[in-house]
């Protein structure tokens, strides 16, 4: 399968744990894009990547998250001192520079209890 | 700000029937406008954008400027229709990020 891929596809966690999710965007694409989405509401930009540079970061992004993409292939996202309202799916997607089209992974769905 | 509308959360019809998902938008500016689709289990699709004006599976979209709209339409749904739909908008340029819309779950009855 030539898709982005996400790992892990699920985790439960306690709160105040740490989590660290993994995003591998299709080869050729030097964008990779965060996206969060809760129960009943659309996807919501978190940050994104060209290449090795994160270019921009929401609001939504909190001091507790943190993202990187180090050699501008796979990227992390963590979050920090997990709060049940952290819980939500984690979507990366992936484009090439110039294309519009954004290729989404399957979603990393987090619960924390 | 920008920002995607679906004012509805569900459409029910019958296989045969013409479906129309409304969405609105806001962006100063020129935006890209599509529509994203979420089978069951599967992951999230684009299933057409404004700027191709083509049409993908029977589904088309007309951008309208005037009234910041990009309804889908479908003359007569399938059963296989049945779907999450999303609307969303991005800018030019850097700003590539996707804004979609809360989402219309679309189901063909048979």
């Known amino acids: 399968d030539t898709g982005v891929s996400q790992d892990p596809r699920h985790k439960i966690t306690k709160r105040g744990q740490n989590v660290t999710f993994r995003c591998d965007p299709i080869?050729?694409?030097?964008?990779l894009y965060w996206y969060r989405q809760t129960l009943g509401q659309g996807p919501e930009f978190l940050t994104y990547?060209?290449?090795?540079?994160?270019?921009?970061k929401s609001r939504l992004l909190s001091d507790r998250f943190s993202a990187e993409r180090p050699k501008g292939s796979f990227s992390t996202l963590e979050i920090q001192r997990t709060e049940q309202g952290d819980s939500a799916m984690y979507l990366c997607?992936?484009?090439?520079?110039?294309?519009?089209?954004?290729?989404f992974g399957p979603g990393t769905r987090l619960t924390v209890t | 700000a920008q920002r995607v509308t679906q004012p509805e959360k569900l459409l029910s019809v019958f296989k045969g029937a013409p479906v129309e998902l409304k969405c609105n938008y806001s962006y100063s500016g020129s935006p890209e406008l599509f529509w994203y689709v979420q089978y069951s289990r599967q992951r999230l699709q684009l299933l057409l954008r404004h700027i191709s004006r083509e049409s993908i599976k029977g589904f088309t979209a007309d951008l309208n400027k005037g009234e910041t709209s990009f309804h889908l339409k479908k003359p007569f749904a399938q059963e296989e229709d049945s779907a999450m739909y999303y609307c969303a908008l991005s800018g030019t340029g850097a700003n590539s990020k996707l804004t979609f819309g809360k989402g219309i779950t679309l189901s063909v009855r048979p």
């Open positions: 080869s050729e694409h030097n964008r």
């Open positions: 990547f060209q290449n090795e540079a994160q270019l921009e």
């Open positions: 997607a992936s484009s090439s520079q110039g294309a519009v089209e954004q290729y």
